[in-house]
C-alpha cells in the first residue's frame, strides 16, 4: 500500500492553456474521489468514479473539466482553457467504497494561472 | 441533505493546554462523521472518524472526540498541545448513501510556546 499519488504537486500555467492531472489510488480502492481546494476553503466535491464509471459530477465541474479513469485504476483531471480563478489545490482520494471508511487523501496538485 | 458547522475560523492555545475543536453537523439519520487534519502545502489525513459504535472515539496523535447526538456535535479534542498540532483541521460529514464527504470550512489551529 503506497498510499494515493498525484501528479504533478505543482503546476504553474498561462491562462488559456489545457493542464492534465493524475491521481494513482490505492490499488484495492474501486471508488475515487476529486476535489477542489482554494485558500482558507474546505475541500469541494467535483466528481467520483466507481471502478470507471464516473458516478456524479457536482456542477462546480464545468464545461471545461473533464475526468477520466479508464481502467478503472488511475484517473486524470483535464481543465481546458484555463482561467485564474482555477487556481486552487486538487486533490485525489480513494475508498474501499465502505460509508463507514473515509477516505484516503493524496498530497494534492496546486495549480496556478497565471 | 448533511453538513457540518464548524464554530471558530481560528484556535490559539498555549503549548500543553486543552485543545477544543467544534463541529456541529445536521444530519436526519445517524451520520457518518470524520476530522481530518491538514499540514500546509500537503493533503488531508484522517484523524479519527465516528461510525454508530462508541460515542468516545479515539484517534492518532492524542485526538479524540464525542459524538453528542443530544447536542449534534462531535467537538475534537486534545489534553495537551504540542507544538506540531498546529494545522488546518476539518470535520467532515457523509451524505446520504452517496459516500460523498462533505467538509466545513476548517479550524486552523496555533500553539503558542
Known amino acids: 500500500d503506497t498510499g494515493v499519488s498525484q501528479d504533478p504537486r505543482h503546476k504553474i500555467t498561462k491562462r488559456g492553456q489545457n493542464v492534465t492531472f493524475r491521481c494513482d489510488p490505492i490499488?484495492?480502492?474501486?471508488?475515487l474521489y476529486w476535489y477542489r481546494q482554494t485558500l482558507g476553503q474546505g475541500p469541494e466535491f467535483l466528481t467520483y468514479f466507481q471502478n470507471e464509471a464516473q458516478l456524479e459530477k457536482s456542477r462546480l465541474l464545468s464545461d471545461r473539466f473533464s475526468a477520466e479513469r479508464p481502467k478503472g485504476s488511475f484517473s486524470t483531471l483535464e481543465i481546458q482553457r484555463t482561467e485564474q480563478g482555477d487556481s486552487a489545490m486538487y486533490l485525489c482520494?480513494?475508498?474501499?467504497?465502505?460509508?463507514?471508511?473515509?477516505?484516503?487523501f493524496g498530497s494534492g496538485t496546486r495549480l496556478t494561472v497565471v | 441533505a448533511q453538513s457540518v458547522t464548524q464554530l471558530g475560523s481560528h484556535v490559539s492555545v498555549s503549548e500543553g493546554a486543552l485543545v477544543l475543536l467544534r463541529c456541529n453537523y445536521s444530519?436526519?439519520?445517524?451520520?457518518?462523521l470524520f476530522w481530518y487534519v491538514q499540514y500546509p502545502n500537503q493533503g488531508l489525513q484522517l484523524l479519527l472518524k465516528y461510525t454508530s459504535a462508541a460515542t468516545l472515539v479515539k484517534g492518532i496523535n492524542g485526538f479524540e472526540a464525542e459524538f453528542k447526538k443530544s447536542e449534534t456535535s462531535f467537538h475534537l479534542t486534545k489534553p495537551s498541545a504540542h507544538m506540531s498540532d498546529a494545522a488546518e483541521y476539518f470535520c467532515?460529514?457523509?451524505?446520504?448513501?452517496?459516500?460523498?464527504?462533505?467538509f466545513g470550512t476548517g479550524t486552523r489551529l496555533q500553539v503558542f510556546p
Open positions: 444530519s436526519s439519520v445517524p451520520p457518518y
Open positions: 467532515a460529514v457523509i451524505e446520504g448513501n452517496t459516500d460523498k464527504l462533505i
Open positions: 482520494a480513494s475508498s474501499p467504497g465502505r460509508l463507514n471508511y473515509g477516505y484516503t
Open positions: 490499488s484495492e480502492h474501486n471508488r
